[in-house]
């Protein structure tokens, strides 16, 4: 099942080479071409009614369900999220660190399970919100409003600016993994079982669920709210907070966003150093995900952990942080 609103071309060869650390180098200069809202129907209509249904699956969760039953699906939740978190966007668009096959395989697994669309297509198109964040080029541009960057972004074809730049990049490291190919070439009927089809026979089967509550709880509410849980990073966690390591940038620290999505909204922090597995300064500040990784570098499948030093985090607050100093302060603390 491809993600409503995708609409990528193929990007093997002929594209400019970068290399892994320059991904998410962000690039400021704003984006002036004329651009008309084109509307994808097919993908209002889609969410539209996937949100009546998840409707009723919140419903059916307060008067009728099953306390395994909501207790599984919020197990799937933490699940799904870490298929994101974990796998899709620190693992595989920003490198952050290594997973050894049968990790790579669960996080794959995990992937399937949120069904937000395959890796590779996340991959570039995250690639490409970190180089151009706030432009045109940026798929879930935050300067084009809340509802865009949440959810908007989808319901559109996208700006002209997104294609074009998305051709400057090189993704061979993502077109090259044959596990990823494997997971973009069957990601429709495997996401389809993982997603709502296992959701829904667990509790049937094992205690006795109604089969309608068990696929409108467990699958579609548990899927819409995973979905919006995520979306937050780039909507919410654009546009409220503070900003202790970039002033100048877009991305805020949202504990809110970052409680629901297990880790991510220390956002003003991730834009800052994207390629930190953490993706916070404090690590464990209600930061499920990197938990997550840290017990699977303890067993040997994940490795290569990259974390930015105490003193590079504290330069870079002291430069241009909210709090920075004046240039004459700075200088006199760096003894210049």
């Avoid at 209509?45 to 009546?52: C, G, I, V």
């Avoid at 300067?143 to 972004?153: D, E, K, N, P, Q």
């Avoid at 654009?238 to 202790?244: A, V």
Wanted: charged fraction near 20%; aromatic fraction near 20%; glycine fraction near 6%.
């Amino acid at each position: 099942m491809k993600r409503f609103g995708d609409d990528h071309a193929d990007f093997n060869g002929n594209v400019a080479k970068v290399t892994p650390d320059q991904f998410c180098q962000p690039e400021t200069e704003k984006m002036t071409e004329p651009y008309k809202f084109r509307i994808k129907w097919k993908n209002v209509a889609a969410y539209f009614f996937l949100h009546l249904g998840a409707l009723y699956g919140l419903y059916l969760a307060i008067t009728k369900a099953m306390w395994p039953t909501l207790i599984w699906a919020y197990c799937l939740y933490i699940i799904g999220v870490l298929g994101i978190t974990a796998g899709v966007h620190r693992l595989w668009s920003h490198r952050a660190y290594k997973a050894k096959a049968p990790l790579r395989v669960i996080l794959i697994i995990f992937n399937w399970l949120a069904l937000q669309n395959y890796i590779i297509d996340w991959v570039s198109e995250h690639r490409v919100h970190h180089k151009f964040s706030e432009t045109d080029a940026d798929p879930y541009n935050a300067a084009r409003g809340l509802f865009f960057s949440h959810i908007g972004w989808l319901m559109v074809h996208k700006h002209p600016e997104f294609t074009k730049k998305l051709q400057t990049m090189d993704f061979s490291d993502i077109y090259q993994d044959k596990m990823l190919d494997f997971q973009r070439k069957f990601y429709r009927p495997i996401g389809a079982f993982f997603c709502f089809v296992v959701p829904t026979v667990i509790p049937v089967y094992f205690w006795n669920e109604n089969a309608l509550t068990a696929f409108a709880v467990a699958g579609l509410f548990r899927y819409v709210w995973t979905l919006h849980c995520t979306w937050s990073i780039n909507s919410f966690a654009h546009m409220f907070g503070n900003r202790p390591y970039d002033k100048k940038i877009a991305s805020r620290q949202n504990f809110t966003a970052n409680f629901w999505a297990l880790g991510e909204g220390w956002h003003n922090y991730h834009h800052v150093f994207p390629n930190d597995y953490r993706a916070a300064e404090f690590p464990y500040a209600f930061n499920f995900t990197t938990m997550f990784i840290d017990f699977f570098a303890y067993i040997g499948w994940a490795y290569d952990l990259k974390a930015v030093s105490k003193e590079l985090i504290e330069h870079r607050k002291l430069r241009t942080g909210e709090k920075s100093q004046t240039h004459d302060q700075a200088a006199l603390v760096n003894g210049y």
